[in-house]
């Protein structure tokens, strides 16, 4: 006698409708999904899935460290810049220090430059109009 399974025939209603009604289990704290998934201790089938889930793992920790790698890079370039800027506006508030002293100098010989030239002009004007 044939089996019916072996000789290609469909599987009964009743299997196949067992099989659906059937709950996952629950899954606990931090599982995913897909980690139930349970092979014979030591089929190629097992280790190959061990491997694929240890290389995802991997290449989750390679992209986090490139990201931080990335960000660390980016906060130096950042800090150089910032230290680059902070120079560049002393030396300015400095020559601008210059500047203002040079600015107040010049204004007080100005004055006193035009109070001389002034007076002169005053006594050019008297001495003229005797």
């Known amino acids: 006698m044939v089996d019916a399974t072996k000789a290609g025939a469909k599987k009964s209603k009743a299997v196949t409708a067992r099989a659906e009604t059937r709950k996952p289990l629950p899954l606990g704290p931090g599982e995913h999904k897909n980690a139930r998934v349970v092979?014979?201790?030591?089929?190629?089938?097992?280790?190959?899935?061990?491997?694929?889930?240890?290389?995802?793992?991997?290449?989750?920790?390679?992209?986090?460290?490139?990201?931080?790698?990335?960000?660390?890079?980016?906060?130096?370039?950042?800090?150089?810049?910032?230290?680059?800027?902070?120079?560049?506006?002393?030396?300015?508030?400095?020559?601008?220090d210059v500047l203002e002293n040079k600015l107040r100098v010049d204004d007080e010989r100005w004055k006193k430059e035009s109070s001389r030239l002034e007076a002169t002009l005053k006594r050019a004007r008297i001495g003229g109009t005797r």
């Open 39 to 96: 092979f014979a201790p030591g089929s190629w089938r097992g280790e190959r899935h061990r491997d694929r889930q240890r290389a995802k793992e991997q290449a989750a920790r390679d992209r986090l460290r490139k990201r931080r790698v990335a960000m660390e890079k980016a906060q130096r370039t950042l800090d150089v810049a910032r230290e680059r800027h902070e120079r560049r506006v002393a030396k300015v508030r400095a020559q601008i």
